[in-house]
T-cell receptor, first 116, second 110 residues
Framework: KAGVTQTPRYLIKTRGQQVTLSCSPI?????VSWYQQTPGQGLQFLFE???????NKGNFPGRFSGRQFSNSRSEMNVSTLELGDSALYLC???????????????FGNGTRLTVT | QKEVEQDPGPLSVPEGAIVSLNCTYS??????FMWYRQYSRKGPELLMY????GNKEDGRFTAQVDKSSKYISLFIRDSQPSDSATYLC??????????FGAGTRLAVHP
């Protein structure tokens, strides 16, 4: 079974631009979450989508947004990029089991975003 | 105070040693506990997934959860150089929102 796939692997953008990152979850996984990883703050939760609906959101400004498509694939967008947005952006997927039982999150290898 | 505290290390051990990694947390509502391993330039890889208190073993890895002390541990037996990585503890808070520790860098030298 293929793992979580994130594209592109690397991105270089300049301040003020916007960027879109893509994530394909593991087949059969319907929940997709996004995380930001930086040396200073570690791994921080951005948001989670299930059935094309955002179910949970972290403490990030509105410049960070996302969406999920009917095939469970997800994109996140960052507008008006700032230098501090330079980070590794990680996508994770999980199954949603019957009865609401939780299953673990499986991560992709991330998109390394550099803002200059 | 952070919700999850984890010593960032680095931790350096000889090959074959038993490694003990630990996290403490403050939110007694956490029920699902995970350990991830992250190699350089890779995403976190799930090692252990446990629910509530107790022990769980998988090969050379043992995860322990003590909810009364708000303390979780990961033990690695017969450590190998290939175990050199950053180990992250994580706890589930709401819909697939994980709260991560800072990560402990482990180096296993031959």
């Amino acid at each position: 079974k293929a793992g979580v796939t994130q594209t592109p692997r690397y991105l270089i953008k300049t301040r003020g631009q916007q960027v879109t990152l893509s994530c394909s979850p593991i087949s059969g996984h319907r929940s997709v979450s996004w995380y930001q990883q930086t040396p200073g703050q570690g791994l921080q939760f951005l948001f989670e989508y299930f059935s094309e609906t955002q179910r949970n959101k972290g403490n990030f400004p509105g410049r960070f947004s996302g969406r999920q498509f009917s095939n469970s694939r997800s994109e996140m967008n960052v507008s008006t990029l700032e230098l501090g947005d330079s980070a590794l952006y990680l996508c994770a997927s999980s199954q949603i089991k019957t009865g609401g039982q939780n299953s673990p999150l499986h991560f992709g290898n991330g998109t390394r975003l550099t803002v200059t | 105070q952070k919700e999850v505290e984890q010593d960032p290390g680095p931790l350096s051990v000889p090959e074959g040693a038993i490694v003990s990694l630990n996290c403490t947390y403050s939110n007694s509502a956490f029920q699902y506990f995970m350990w991830y391993r992250q190699y350089s330039r890779k995403g976190p890889e799930l090692l252990m997934y446990t629910y509530s208190s107790g022990n769980k073993e998988d090969g050379r890895f043992t995860a322990q959860v003590d909810k009364s002390s708000k303390y979780i541990s990961l033990f690695i037996r017969d450590s190998q150089p290939s175990d050199s990585a950053t180990y992250l503890c994580a706890m589930r808070s709401g819909y697939n929102k994980l709260i991560f520790g800072a990560g402990t860098r482990l180096a296993v030298h031959p």
